[in-house]
């Protein structure tokens, strides 16, 4: 017996921070970004005593909004955090969202005052620090929830950008960012930057890292890889520079970037299927196609994503478009010949089911009627006898 599929609650977004862009789970908790699994478990179970309808509020309808809030808000928020392989996966989404920001966006607002200061000053004492204060009184007010989230948010957006290199104001750095408010005796610390190179670059790259941060680099062994990486791109674009124009650099530097965020996007989606988050990966499989229509892979994954949706019309199209352009792909070439294994199966199956039928819905006047069996000696010599009695 079939049981019904259980729906999936909307988690609350909003216009502010990662929240614009992404699901901010760690806004939602009121969790620095840094958090480990035993904080994240003891936060929730705090939010979640306060929003409990049996605690929370006087009235019914404080007890729902409070409700709502839990169901939408602070549950998926743990959800999404409970388990270390997501986890893992989901910062390396901020890693590869603060990485697009700096190559494309441009004066980003932001309208908290906390988010401004660490703009202004970012570390990473002043960012706990802020977050914290916050989530202080995040959620003791039903009518300030929203607002206090979406701040927490601000900061978590100003910290991803600062752990990869963003500072405000310095020279040569384009204005990601555009602080709506003054903080007060609060000093820019853009004098205290690595200096410019001698060509102004918009691309991404972290030769404007502080020295803390250059030392942090040197101790992961997946930033070391990325600031080389960066580092040999932009000494490959300054040897280039000789022999082509400006504009023709930036243009190969943006092309070749947009390779990579479409490689890490389409990561990204396959980390989703893992997880059976089929809407997720479909949602991001069509934006990567709308930039790269000719994307094999894309194509395949597209396949297999709209096999789980029960839509193998879609799925075989996919793969064959796939296949179209690259016959080697092994996932598209694996999937259509499991389509078309199980239509035979299926095709043969009901020609039997068929066969089945017609025979029993055949009529008794249409029925042949079975041909006399020859009598043997035996019966000739009975009937003889009976015969002569008679």
Not at 3 to 25: A, M, V
Not at 133 to 141: L, N
Not at 192 to 219: G, R
Not at 373 to 380: D, F, I, M, P, R
Request: proline residues 5%.
């Amino acid at each position: 017996m079939n049981q019904p599929k259980e729906t999936k609650l909307q988690f609350i977004r909003f216009d502010r921070g990662i929240s614009q862009y992404n699901h901010d789970y760690y806004a939602a908790l009121g969790l620095p970004i840094i958090s480990n699994p035993t904080y994240i478990r003891n936060v929730y179970l705090r939010i979640a005593r306060i929003l409990h309808p049996d605690i929370y509020g006087f009235s019914a309808e404080e007890k729902e909004i409070a409700t709502q809030y839990l169901a939408k808000l602070v549950n998926p928020a743990y959800n999404g955090l409970m388990r270390e392989q997501d986890r893992t996966a989901y910062q390396g989404i901020f890693k590869l969202l603060a990485k697009r920001l700096m190559q494309r966006s441009r004066n980003i607002q932001i309208h908290s005052e906390s988010a401004c200061e660490l703009v202004m000053t970012p570390s990473d004492e002043v960012y706990e620090r802020l977050v914290t204060e916050i989530a202080k009184v995040q959620y003791q007010s039903l009518t300030k929830i929203l607002e206090h989230t979406a701040e927490i948010s601000e900061l978590n957006l100003v910290y991803i950008l600062y752990k990869q290199g963003y500072r405000h104001g310095a020279v040569n750095m384009p204005p990601v960012l555009a602080p709506m408010l003054t903080p007060k005796s609060t000093k820019s610390h853009t004098t205290n930057f690595l200096p410019p190179p001698s060509k102004p670059s918009y691309t991404y790259n972290l030769q404007y890292a502080s020295d803390q941060q250059a030392s942090n680099l040197q101790a992961n062994s997946d930033e070391t890889i990325l600031q080389a990486q960066f580092e040999s791109n932009d000494m490959q674009n300054a040897s280039n520079l000789k022999a082509n124009s400006d504009e023709t650099i930036l243009q190969a530097s943006f092309e070749s970037n947009d390779m990579q965020m479409i490689n890490n996007r389409i990561k990204i989606c396959e980390i989703y299927i893992l997880q059976n988050n089929w809407k997720a990966a479909l949602q991001d499989l069509r934006d990567i196609l709308r930039a790269d229509e000719n994307n094999s892979k894309c194509l395949a994954l597209l396949g297999v994503v709209y096999t789980n949706m029960n839509q193998p019309q879609m799925a075989k199209a996919s793969f064959k478009r796939s296949l179209y352009l690259n016959p080697q792909e092994a996932l598209a070439l694996k999937h259509l010949l499991e389509f078309n294994e199980s239509n035979v199966d299926q095709n043969s199956a009901t020609k039997a089911n068929s066969s089945k039928g017609d025979r029993k819905g055949i009529p008794p006047t249409i029925k042949k009627t079975p041909l006399p069996q020859k009598q043997g000696w035996l019966a000739h010599l009975l009937k003889w006898a009976f015969s002569r009695k008679s």
